[in-house]
C-alpha cells in the first residue's frame, strides 16, 4: 500500500510540475489509476476511484469508505443503521496552489443535512465559509480577494469536520 501512496503522490507532483490537472493525463497515467482503483479497499484505491470517477466519468462500486479518524488514520465506517448506507467523503482544490479562483470538488455522504467548506488562514481565522448544496460536487471560489499565503480548507458535514487539507494562494 505504501507503494501505491507513492504512485499517488508522485502523479500529483508530476501535474503540479506541468501545470497540468486530473483532466488532462496521459492515457499511462490513466491506466494506472485504473489499476490502483480496483485493489484491495483502501485510502489510495479510494482516492483513485474518486479521481477516475468524477473526471473520467468512471463508476465504481466500493463496498467500503475510507474516511480520516479523529487520531489523524483512516478507519471504515460504515452506518450503523443500515449497512448499505456507506458513504465517502472527498475534497479537492483545483488548482492548488491557485492565484484569482480555485475550484472546489468534493462528494458528500447522501444523507447530509448541512454541508460547508470552511476555508482559514495560518493563524486559525476564518476567511469564508461555503455552503453546499445537497446532491452538488463541485463550487468555485474566488481567491483575488485575499492576501496571497497558505490557507487550509476544511469539510464540514452536519457540524463535523470530515477533512482539513491545505491550499497556497499565490498572486
Request: glycine share 2%.
Amino acid at each position: 500500500m505504501h507503494n501505491d501512496y507513492l504512485s499517488i503522490k508522485s502523479l500529483q507532483q508530476i501535474l503540479i510540475s506541468e501545470e497540468r490537472e486530473f483532466d488532462n493525463l496521459h492515457s499511462t497515467e490513466v491506466d494506472n489509476l485504473k489499476v490502483l482503483a480496483e485493489e484491495q479497499p483502501n485510502f489510495v484505491t479510494t482516492k483513485a476511484q474518486s479521481w477516475l470517477d468524477f473526471y473520467y466519468e468512471m463508476d465504481f462500486e466500493d463496498p467500503f469508505t475510507i474516511i480520516p479518524s479523529q487520531a489523524n488514520e483512516f478507519a471504515i465506517s460504515i452506518s450503523s443503521d443500515n449497512p448499505a448506507n456507506i458513504y465517502q467523503t472527498e475534497l479537492i482544490a483545483v488548482p492548488n496552489p491557485a492565484s484569482d479562483q480555485v475550484t472546489f470538488h468534493f462528494s458528500l455522504p447522501k444523507e447530509m443535512k448541512k454541508g460547508v467548506i470552511l476555508v482559514r488562514d495560518i493563524n486559525g481565522q476564518l476567511v469564508h465559509q461555503i455552503e453546499l448544496m445537497p446532491n452538488s460536487n463541485q463550487i468555485d471560489w474566488t481567491t483575488n480577494l485575499i492576501p496571497y499565503g497558505v490557507y487550509f480548507y476544511s469539510l464540514e458535514i452536519d457540524g463535523k469536520i470530515e477533512t482539513t487539507k491545505r491550499l497556497i494562494v499565490l498572486k
